[in-house]
Every structure is written in structure tokens, then in C-alpha cells.
């Protein structure tokens, strides 16, 4: 299982690690400006509880994924506006 934290900080990193008990990884987004340093977010990597961020995300795959979510949304777009709005305005 995995557990998903929106914020690390000094008064969760103790129920962070006992939930580490029942969540086989644990992912984090932010964390207290006590508790950013690399030697920390080792010691967590090593206990399974890791930082999500951007800087470890390659920029190809980023722009590959907003390019199909565009794609998609025209996509989505185009059909939701053919099926409701003719629909629509064939009644008026």
C-alpha cells in the first residue's frame, strides 16, 4: 500500500514513520524549511518515504504528457460540444 502526504513537518514526521509500518512506500510534496536538507531526505529514502518532485522529472516526458493532455482535452471538447449544444439549439 501507499500512503500519499501533502506536507512533512516536524509534528507529522513521527506518525509519518509508524504509518511506515503499514504503508510499504510513503510520498511526500512539501516539507518544513527545518527539514530540507539532502542528508535528511536520504535518511527517508532509505526508509521508503520519498520526496516527489519536478527537479527528478525529465522535461521530454513532461512536454510529451501536456502534449497528448491537450490533444485529449480538444478531443473531449469537440465531442462535448457536438452532442450537448446541437441538441440544444435543435430545440430552439
Known amino acids: 500500500m501507499i500512503l500519499i502526504v501533502q506536507q512533512i513537518n516536524i509534528l507529522n514526521i513521527t506518525t509519518i514513520l509508524f504509518l511506515k509500518i503499514f504503508f510499504k512506500k510513503i510520498y511526500f510534496f512539501k516539507s518544513s524549511k527545518l527539514l530540507r ?21 525529465p522535461v521530454q516526458n513532461h512536454t510529451r504528457i501536456k502534449k497528448n493532455s491537450i490533444k485529449f482535452s480538444k478531443f473531449l471538447t469537440n465531442n462535448f460540444v457536438e452532442k450537448i449544444f446541437d441538441k440544444n439549439l435543435e430545440k430552439i
Not at 535518511?43 to 520519498?50: E, G, I, N, P, R
Open 37 to 57: 536538507n539532502k542528508v535528511f531526505f536520504r535518511f527517508l529514502s532509505k526508509l521508503q518515504v520519498h520526496w516527489v518532485s519536478y527537479e527528478n522529472f
